[in-house]
Nanobody, 117 residues
Framework: QVQLVESGGGLVQPGGSLRLSCAAS????????MGWYRQSPGKQRDLVAT???????TYVDSVKGRFTISRDNVKNTVYLQMNSLKPEDTAVYYC???????????WGQGTQVTVSS
């Protein structure tokens, strides 16, 4: 069963923007960290951004200043606002939600982001 549903991917030109959303089922309680990975063909899956339940964020250096992660704890939803997109941002983006009790990670199905002129 899909418990994290992603949306917002698509095709944009370099310099454009996209906003990704990932909604976790409300049956998932006490999510500590939500975040985003991305994977391009032939490359490993890399962590892009994370946000804790308290609002602390991390970003991979390549997206700092361009991407913003945010979270709505009531909706159990995490967002990734992506601005000034570059072709190298092209990837499948996967959201995840981490709980601590018991320790477990939930994963979204992935959404394709393509940046091309």
């Amino acid at each position: 069963q899909v418990q994290l549903v992603e949306s917002g991917g698509g095709l944009v030109q370099p310099g454009g923007s996209l906003r990704l959303s990932c909604a976790a089922s409300r049956s998932i309680f006490n999510i500590y960290v939500m975040g985003w990975y991305r994977q391009s063909p032939g490359k490993q899956r890399d962590l892009v951004a994370t946000i804790t339940s308290g609002g602390s964020t991390t970003y991979v250096d390549s997206v700092k200043g361009r991407f913003t992660i945010s979270r709505d704890n009531v909706k159990n939803t995490v967002y990734l606002q992506m601005n000034s997109l570059k072709p190298e941002d092209t990837a499948v983006y996967y959201c995840y939600a981490q709980i601590l009790t018991p320790p477990y990670n939930y994963w979204g199905q992935g959404t394709q982001v393509t940046v091309s002129s």
